[in-house]
C-alpha cells in the first residue's frame, strides 16, 4: 500500500516562513508535488519536483517558496518564505508512480497553511 503522509503546516503571520514535508511508502514517486485549495477556489499546483531535481512553481509562489526532494528518503519538501494570506490553502502531497502507460497519482491527507495578515 501505498502512504503519504504530510507535516509542517500551521498558522503563521504574514512575512513569516513554514516547511512542509511529505513522506511518501510503498513505491517511489517519480514526481512528487505540492497542491493547494484555498476556500471556494479550484485546486491548483504550487511546486513540483522531478526524480531528477527539475522543478516547476506556479507564478504566484516563484521566488518565495521552494520544493525539494530526498530520494533516499522519498520526502518532498516545500520551503514557503514571505507567506500572504492568500497563501492561506490546505496543501496536499502528489507522488506519481508508474510507467508512462499506467500512471497513478496518490494523495496526502492535507495539511492547513494559514496566513494571518
Known amino acids: 500500500q501505498v502512504h503519504l503522509v504530510e507535516s509542517g503546516g500551521g498558522l503563521v503571520q504574514a512575512g513569516g516562513s513554514l516547511r512542509l514535508s511529505c513522506a511518501a511508502s510503498g513505491t517511489i514517486c517519480s514526481i512528487m508535488g505540492w497542491y493547494r485549495r484555498a476556500p471556494a477556489k479550484q485546486r491548483e499546483l504550487v511546486a513540483d519536483?522531478?526524480?531528477?531535481?527539475?522543478?516547476a512553481y506556479v507564478d504566484s509562489v516563484k521566488g518565495r517558496f521552494t520544493v525539494s526532494r530526498d530520494n533516499t528518503k522519498n520526502t518532498v519538501y516545500l520551503q514557503m518564505n514571505s507567506l500572504k494570506p492568500e497563501d492561506t490553502a490546505v496543501y496536499y502531497c502528489?507522488?506519481?508512480?508508474?510507467?508512462?502507460?499506467?500512471?497513478?497519482?496518490?494523495w496526502g491527507q492535507g495539511t492547513q497553511v494559514t496566513v494571518s495578515s
Open positions: 519536483i522531478t526524480s531528477g531535481g527539475s522543478t
Open positions: 502528489k507522488c506519481r508512480t508508474g510507467p508512462t502507460w499506467a500512471i497513478l497519482d496518490y
